[in-house]
């Protein structure tokens, strides 16, 4: 069977909707795909390789968690698709164990041989030279052997309890010859959360390295003096960490979310990644101590947890194995001489990243902590860096005595710890920190700064599509918009003051929040298409957002389209629509971009009879966002501002190069690209135009004259 024929096993059933899950799987496939290219450089595709690996992490947690926890109350409701909790397990277990052996087939042949070649090597632990032997011997013996510590495990005993994601080693030891009844006896040896995964080893040239679970195994007999080891197995566990966090009653949410830490940690455990050469023995005995069913072993031909080797794709001397640098490029539209309060005042400013520099965002509340006419600093946190410029920031400006407020999202899934020690740092410097709304998460991204000017107060706006996170800004393609629009202002002074406080939420004048009025402004949106349509007017919708999986949306969607509205779709991961269908979807075109920046930002546009319209959100369209959080949706009508939005939201389907399209069976087929046009490579594109945007306004600054003035009088 070709790998195509597996995925179109994989399809859900028919129906007007693709399942969600199967088509969350297409999106690591896509991202599989880069790993296998050839055309991209080895240690890229190695990172692409990682980033599966750290997807599926997250996805068996999550959602494969959740239908775990469906299936064992024993519902047997169906999704949109038509597909039980019982189906769509089945249906993932099929699709990601098959996933599971591309992407070693993609190491061990595709990616680790040229590696090799290169002077890159993971090197076999019984071809180790005698010098490497050495050094692993050391490093064993100094760094390793101290801090590990076996367990023995026994039948009449409660199974250890593990760290999730984390590697360990079972160890099968000989029976002992005095017990009545000899049988094999069992220890782990845990690894706990350590960063040191690899070994480097000395070499003549290049880079060489060793895991460092080869290493345990091959010194294993240290642990174990004076008895006899039959085997020893790497194996990492993937626990359920879908604990839903009920904060509607909760009179302390940061104790709670501590809490709901520590409840993760106790989940059952729904995925078992164990070295394939385990015996019959060892396998039963992990299954019956963790409570796992064979179908939920995963046998790895390989090392486990690909995810580490992103650590390995840093390593310095291998430029040619990487992608050539693309740094984020200053903005034309950002005088760097003048404070961002000057700047936002002469105009609206419009980025895009992370092709234009994040700067001018973290300047703008660095700016703001210390400058002494700013009254208030009003943001919404949801995910941050580790040091974050902006956090400190926050901090500067309330020991300065300026009023800051900061929602934090406790419930940012993965980040709460993280987002829990910055709620208390900036409580301890004054920060007037909420946790934002009961029953829903706070995900708009947002900062309103107020000034005290000659003319009055003004307010300062910055609205995102991407968090306020400096490091991922460098990755994530995101949107900014900077903006002091007198309405704007009004609407997020609102805003804010009904996440902080009780007042009712008010119908804004140009935002649009969820979970109150953006559900609504999409439909009335779509419906007005559909009906200029139908009355023989011009009518278009284009979307980018990184999901699609709301059904009242794809039912709009799908009316559209029958009226004969073009509607085209970016969409980076999941999509439930169908496109292409007849009498449903034949006018809905959906693509996926995956490439060297993640896709993340949101962009609408509506042709609204001429009177275009177009927005930026932090929403996708999921139930999850459309009614379960804080989003907005942000207009964007200062001229120039909006052309340049639509000029980079069009650019996305003139992909050729790393753009696929979504067949109505759920499958994406990589586009090919027609021979009289030029290849269009849509992030490449928008990197170049970011280059000649800053060379352009440079040399046109150094055709300007401007004389030096005589001082005035004092």
């Given at each position: 069977?070709?790998?195509?024929?597996?995925?179109?096993?994989?399809?859900?059933?028919?129906?007007?909707?693709?399942?969600?899950?199967?088509?969350?799987?297409?999106?690591?496939?896509?991202?599989?795909?880069?790993?296998?290219?050839?055309?991209?450089?080895?240690?890229?595709?190695?990172?692409?390789?990682?980033?599966?690996?750290?997807?599926?992490?997250?996805?068996?947690?999550?959602?494969?968690?959740?239908?775990?926890?469906?299936?064992?109350?024993?519902?047997?409701?169906?999704?949109?698709?038509?597909?039980?909790?019982?189906?769509?397990?089945?249906?993932?277990?099929?699709?990601?164990?098959?996933?599971?052996?591309?992407?070693?087939?993609?190491?061990?042949?595709?990616?680790?041989?040229?590696?090799?070649?290169?002077?890159?090597?993971?090197?076999?632990?019984?071809?180790?030279?005698?010098?490497?032997?050495?050094?692993?011997?050391?490093?064993?013996?100094?760094?390793?052997?101290?801090?590990?510590?076996?367990?023995?495990?026994?039948?009449?005993?409660?199974?250890?309890?593990?760290?999730?994601?984390?590697?360990?080693?079972?160890?099968?030891?000989?029976?002992?010859?005095?017990?009545?009844?000899?049988?094999?006896?069992?220890?782990?040896?845990?690894?706990?959360?350590?960063?040191?995964?690899?070994?480097?080893?000395?070499?003549?040239?290049?880079?060489?390295?060793?895991?460092?679970?080869?290493?345990?195994?091959?010194?294993?007999?240290?642990?174990?003096?004076?008895?006899?080891?039959?085997?020893?197995?790497?194996?990492?566990?993937?626990?359920?960490?879908?604990?839903?966090?009920?904060?509607?009653?909760?009179?302390?949410?940061?104790?709670?979310?501590?809490?709901?830490?520590?409840?993760?940690?106790?989940?059952?455990?729904?995925?078992?990644?164990?070295?394939e050469s385990v015996s019959v023995e060892t396998l039963e005995f992990l299954e019956r101590?963790?409570?796992?069913?064979?179908?939920?072993?995963?046998?790895?031909?390989?090392?486990?947890d690909l995810t580490a080797f992103m650590r390995l794709t840093d390593i310095s001397g291998?430029?040619?194995?990487?992608?050539?640098?693309?740094?984020?490029?200053?903005?034309?539209?950002?005088?760097?001489?003048?404070?961002?309060?000057?700047?936002?005042?002469?105009?609206?400013?419009?980025?895009?990243?992370?092709?234009?520099?994040?700067?001018?965002?973290?300047?703008?509340?660095?700016?703001?902590?210390?400058?002494?006419?700013?009254?208030?600093?009003?943001?919404?946190?949801?995910?941050?860096?580790?040091?974050?410029?902006?956090?400190?920031?926050?901090?500067?400006?309330?020991?300065?005595?300026?009023?800051?407020?900061?929602?934090?999202?406790?419930?940012?899934?993965?980040?709460?710890?993280?987002?829990?020690?910055?709620?208390?740092?900036?409580?301890?410097?004054?920060?007037?920190?909420?946790?934002?709304?009961?029953?829903l998460k706070t995900h708009a991204k947002i900062c309103c700064i107020i000034r005290r000017?000659?003319?009055?107060?003004?307010?300062?706006?910055?609205?995102?599509?991407?968090?306020?996170?400096?490091?991922?800004?460098?990755?994530?393609?995101?949107?900014?918009?900077?903006?002091?629009?007198?309405?704007?202002?009004?609407?997020?002074?609102?805003?804010?003051?009904?996440?902080?406080?009780?007042?009712?939420?008010?119908?804004?004048?140009?935002?649009?929040?969820?979970?109150?009025?953006?559900?609504?402004?999409?439909?009335?949106?779509?419906?007005?298409?559909?009906?200029?349509?139908?009355?023989?007017?011009?009518?278009?919708?284009?979307?980018?957002?990184?999901?699609?999986?709301?059904?009242?949306?794809?039912?709009?969607?799908?009316?559209?389209?029958?009226?004969?509205?073009?509607?085209?779709?970016?969409?980076?991961?999941?999509?439930?629509?169908?496109?292409?269908?007849?009498?449903?979807?034949?006018?809905?075109?959906?693509?996926?971009?995956?490439?060297?920046?993640?896709?993340?930002?949101?962009?609408?546009?509506?042709?609204?009879?001429?009177?275009?319209?177009?927005?930026?959100?932090?929403?996708?369209?999921?139930?999850?966002?459309?009614?379960?959080?804080?989003?907005?949706?942000?207009?964007?009508?200062?001229?120039?501002?909006?052309?340049?939005?639509?000029?980079?939201?069009?650019?996305?389907?003139?992909?050729?190069?790393?753009?696929?399209?979504?067949?109505?069976?759920?499958?994406?087929?990589?586009?090919?690209?027609?021979?009289?046009?030029?290849?269009?490579?849509?992030?490449?594109?928008?990197?170049?135009?970011?280059?000649?945007?800053?060379?352009?306004?440079?040399?046109?600054?150094?055709?300007?004259?401007?004389?030096?003035?005589?001082?005035?009088?004092?």
């Amino acid at each position: 069977m070709t790998e195509q024929d597996n995925r179109l096993t994989m399809a859900p059933k028919t129906s007007n909707y693709l399942n969600r899950e199967l088509s969350w799987l297409e999106f690591n496939q896509r991202v599989l795909d880069e790993a296998h290219d050839p055309e991209i450089p080895l240690l890229e595709r190695l990172k692409f390789l990682a980033i599966t690996s750290s997807n599926l992490d997250e996805f068996f947690m999550v959602r494969v968690g959740g239908l775990h926890l469906l299936q064992a109350s024993g519902n047997t409701s169906t999704d949109p698709s038509g597909m039980t909790p019982k189906e769509t397990l089945e249906a993932v277990s099929l699709r990601a164990h098959q996933m599971m052996v591309d992407q070693y087939q993609c190491l061990l042949q595709e990616i680790e041989p040229p590696l090799a070649e290169a002077g890159f090597q993971r090197v076999n632990p019984l071809e180790l030279t005698d010098s490497q032997r050495r050094i692993v011997e050391h490093v064993f013996r100094d760094e390793i052997y101290p801090v590990l510590t076996p367990m023995a495990v026994s039948a009449d005993m409660e199974f250890p309890y593990l760290v999730n994601h984390t590697l360990n080693i079972v160890v099968r030891l000989s029976p002992d010859e005095k017990s009545e009844q000899p049988q094999d006896r069992f220890a782990l040896i845990p690894f706990g959360r350590t960063e040191f995964r690899f070994i480097t080893l000395p070499s003549e040239g290049g880079y060489q390295y060793l895991p460092m679970e080869d290493a345990v195994c091959l010194f294993i007999e240290h642990f174990f003096r004076g008895e006899e080891v039959l085997e020893s197995i790497p194996f990492r566990v993937t626990k359920n960490m879908d604990v839903s966090l009920q904060d509607e009653f909760a009179s302390d949410l940061l104790h709670q979310m501590e809490d709901m830490l520590d409840q993760r940690k106790q989940g059952d455990c729904i995925r078992l990644e164990i070295a394939e050469s385990v015996s019959v023995e060892t396998l039963e005995f992990l299954e019956r101590g963790l409570g796992v069913l064979d179908e939920n072993v995963y046998r790895i031909p390989g090392p486990l947890d690909l995810t580490a080797f992103m650590r390995l794709t840093d390593i310095s001397g291998f430029d040619s194995q990487k992608d050539t640098s693309w740094p984020p490029q200053p903005s034309p539209e950002v005088n760097p001489r003048i404070s961002m309060f000057e700047n936002i005042a002469r105009q609206d400013i419009l980025l895009c990243h992370p092709y234009e520099s994040f700067e001018p965002v973290v300047r703008l509340v660095e700016e703001a902590a210390v400058d002494p006419d700013v009254l208030a600093i009003k943001q919404i946190l949801y995910r941050t860096s580790k040091h974050s410029p902006i956090v400190a920031a926050l901090i500067r400006a309330a020991e300065q005595g300026k009023h800051v407020t900061a929602i934090v999202e406790l419930k940012a899934r993965f980040d709460e710890a993280r987002n829990i020690e910055w709620a208390k740092n900036l409580e301890h410097a004054g920060v007037q920190v909420i946790y934002g709304v009961k029953g829903l998460k706070t995900h708009a991204k947002i900062c309103c700064i107020i000034r005290r000017e000659p003319h009055g107060i003004q307010r300062y706006l910055h609205f995102g599509t991407g968090n306020y996170n400096d490091a991922t800004a460098k990755i994530y393609s995101d949107i900014s918009y900077f903006t002091c629009d007198e309405v704007l202002a009004s609407d997020a002074v609102n805003f804010f003051n009904s996440i902080t406080g009780y007042s009712i939420p008010q119908k804004y004048q140009k935002l649009e929040a969820a979970p109150i009025s953006l559900r609504d402004k999409l439909l009335d949106l779509i419906h007005h298409e559909t009906e200029r349509k139908k009355q023989g007017q011009k009518a278009r919708i284009v979307a980018k957002i990184n999901s699609l999986v709301d059904p009242e949306i794809i039912d709009a969607l799908y009316e559209a389209s029958e009226a004969g509205v073009k509607v085209k779709l970016n969409i980076r991961g999941i999509c439930c629509l169908r496109p292409g269908v007849s009498k449903l979807s034949k006018n809905i075109e959906v693509v996926s971009i995956i490439d060297r920046f993640l896709e993340h930002a949101r962009i609408l546009y509506f042709y609204h009879g001429g009177d275009e319209r177009v927005f930026i959100s932090s929403a996708d369209w999921m139930p999850r966002n459309l009614d379960r959080r804080v989003e907005l949706l942000v207009p964007v009508e200062e001229e120039n501002c909006r052309n340049k939005l639509i000029k980079i939201l069009n650019s996305y389907f003139e992909d050729n190069a790393k753009a696929r399209v979504l067949n109505s069976d759920g499958v994406y087929e990589r586009i090919t690209p027609n021979k009289e046009k030029n290849l269009v490579r849509c992030q490449e594109v928008l990197y170049e135009e970011a280059v000649t945007a800053i060379k352009q306004a440079e040399q046109a600054s150094r055709t300007v004259f401007e004389p030096h003035m005589a001082p005035e009088e004092q």
